[in-house]
């Protein structure tokens, strides 16, 4: 997984929109593993319905979140504290036409990435507090790079 999360570091990025604006890109999907036979990928992509079946194996949902929280730490891990109060919007950018319910893609997104922001301090904690506003957008079709978008808005006090 190692190999993988590089390439897909090269689709991710940090951008900055002035002094209260962050925008991170993140992928829709992550390599679970690639089987030996015949070098099958087998692909995650996070949303409830996957996770919800990864959850009935606990090493493997485990294993997946730990993967995709590392993607994520290895983007915000040099960001200063965010003093206050955030808000952070997820804009989902699908590679297909087909229809999707954005708070089954987005919700899982939002639950590794806010985690993460509390874990390496970016902010103090990831509850109510001091994350009151959470928005799930659809962005348009974007078949050369699906991806989801988080907009971190730091609120005024």
Request: proline share 4%.
């Amino acid at each position: 997984m190692q190999n993988q999360s590089w390439c897909l570091m090269k689709r991710a990025s940090i951008e900055q929109h002035g002094v209260n604006r962050l925008m991170i890109t993140l992928p829709l999907k992550i390599l679970e593993r690639v089987r030996k036979s015949d070098g099958k990928e087998f692909w995650f992509i996070p949303n409830l319905n996957s996770y919800t079946q990864a959850a009935k194996c606990t090493y493997r949902r485990n294993a997946l979140k730990h993967e995709f929280s590392n993607l994520i730490s290895s983007l915000v891990s040099h960001l200063k504290p965010i003093e206050g109060k955030i808000s952070l919007k997820y804009t989902l950018h699908p590679g297909d036409k087909r229809t999707r319910d954005l708070s089954n893609v987005c919700c899982i997104i939002d639950k590794y990435f806010s985690d993460v922001l509390s874990k390496e301090g970016i902010i103090e904690d990831d509850n109510y507090n001091f994350i009151p506003r959470v928005e799930y957008v659809f962005g348009n079709i974007d078949k050369d790079n699906p991806r989801c978008e988080v907009t971190i808005t730091r609120l005024g006090e």
